[in-house]
């Protein structure tokens, strides 16, 4: 059973700080990760995608990847309130490279 | 506006009902998915169609049936659930169903079975 693994959280920064989430992944031919993030009651939205090793920046958000480890991260610099959310780690796995979603990590942004 | 969309938004349905979800995407994709999603677990793959072929069943029981009649729009019928089957339902679509390819969401169903 192919898995993904977050801490379930609730993961709570002050604004502005750094928010560090983690993933970890079971399926070593996994070859894409995504970051989904899912305000309460709302379907989830890409917010960053990465296939290669390394770091991958976009605005205040910055993925890592590390295939060795089979450990995927995102961080959020300068975090807003408004970035209070679900964190959702998706890989690709399964016979048709189809993602599989880790359960999630809840954010907490404190003013 | 995602790009997806489906309908209903909320349903409440009993354990003899008969009731469909739908959703359309004008993405201009050739895959489409449905995802349930229940609390305190992760998202779960339903059904998968590319190029309007089902690929994908997750061992999802007979009560759940899906239909697409072309890339555009997916359905999924329901019948005889049963109250575990209570979640958000998503749809979701992608270019065409390969490793990478990134999806995009509906907003969601909210299935409530009395």
């Known amino acids: 059973q192919k898995e993904v693994e977050q801490n379930s959280g609730p993961l709570s920064v002050p604004e502005g700080a750094i928010a560090s989430l983690n993933c970890t992944y079971s399926d070593r031919g996994s070859q894409s990760f995504f970051w989904y993030r899912q305000y309460s009651g709302k379907s989830p939205e890409l917010i960053m995608f990465?296939?290669?090793?390394g770091d991958k920046e976009d605005g205040r958000f910055t993925a890592q990847l590390n295939k060795a480890s089979q450990y995927v991260s995102l961080l959020i610099r300068d975090s807003q309130p408004s970035d209070s959310a679900t964190y959702l780690c998706a890989v690709t796995g399964g016979s048709q490279g189809n993602l599989i979603f880790g359960k999630g990590t809840k954010l907490s942004v404190k003013p | 506006e995602t790009g997806v969309t489906q309908t209903p938004r909320h349903l409440v349905m009993g354990m003899t009902n008969k009731k469909s979800l739908k959703c359309e995407q004008h993405?201009?994709?050739?895959?489409m998915y449905w995802y349930k999603q229940s609390a305190k677990k992760p998202l779960e793959l339903m059904f998968v169609?590319?190029?309007?072929?089902?690929?994908e069943n997750n061992s999802v029981p007979s009560r759940f049936s899906p239909e697409c009649p072309n890339s555009s729009h997916l359905f999924l019928h329901l019948h005889t659930l049963q109250p575990e089957d209570s979640a958000l339902y998503l749809c979701?679509?992608?270019?065409?169903?390969?490793?990478?390819?990134?999806?995009?969401f509906g907003e969601g169903s909210w299935l409530t079975v009395v």
């Open positions: 169609y590319n190029f309007k072929e089902q690929t």
């Open positions: 990465i296939y290669s090793n």
């Open positions: 979701a679509s992608s270019r065409e169903e390969l490793s990478g390819n990134t999806i995009y």
């Open positions: 993405l201009g994709h050739n895959a």
